[in-house]
């Protein structure tokens, strides 16, 4: 699994703009799914092309909540590309003439070993990728209570990691995972580098982590 961020708050390589929201190229196999469009459609395809990331590679893309600094690259993208399946929490109402829009309270399996939490607490879903370390969850502001996307999550298997915006999760409520990547909205950067200097990435547009 490769994760390149795309989309965010910062910047990890300078030639590429920063912005509050957050997008991310998530690879798993041939399977590429773009997680968020972040808020500006012409930042967003800028910073993919500067990254050599063409909206063609896609072939599916999900959204993690209704909110614009997730969704405001949305229309830009699909502009360029709607040859791909749509999956968004159920809060968000949007038509497209892509594949097919796919609507998810509960679990669902995207594709082998890539899987939606479903809506949880009727505002977001993360994205759940299996690996060999365990599971990896995408987040993007991570709304509802982290407690209840991990016990979601779990029955995927154990959680390995933990990646996107988590607006004010405290540092304490990461202690079960391996790894972790705040970026976005994370209040807690600090304590959570600080507490956890062994498994913490740093976040920004252009950062690249690869899990077995």
Known sequence: MKTT????????????????????????????????????????????????????????????????DHTGGLRAFLSETSNVDLWLPPSF??????????NHEVPATISHGVYTTGQLEGTEQALCVETSKGVVVLVGCAHPDMHEIFHTASRFGQVYAILGGMHGTEAKALKGVSLICPTHCSQHKTEMKDLYPEKYIEGGAGQVIEIE
């Open 5 to 68: 961020i795309i989309y965010d708050n910062t910047s990890f390589r300078s030639e590429l703009q920063s912005d509050w929201g957050f997008a991310a190229m998530v690879e798993i196999g041939k399977k590429k799914i773009l997680f968020d469009t972040g808020a500006n459609g012409a930042i967003l395809l800028s910073n993919m092309q500067k990254l050599k990331i063409s909206p063609d590679e896609f072939d599916t893309v999900f959204i993690s909540h209704a909110h614009w």
């Open 93 to 102: 109402h949007f038509q497209s003439n892509v594949k097919k829009i796919h």
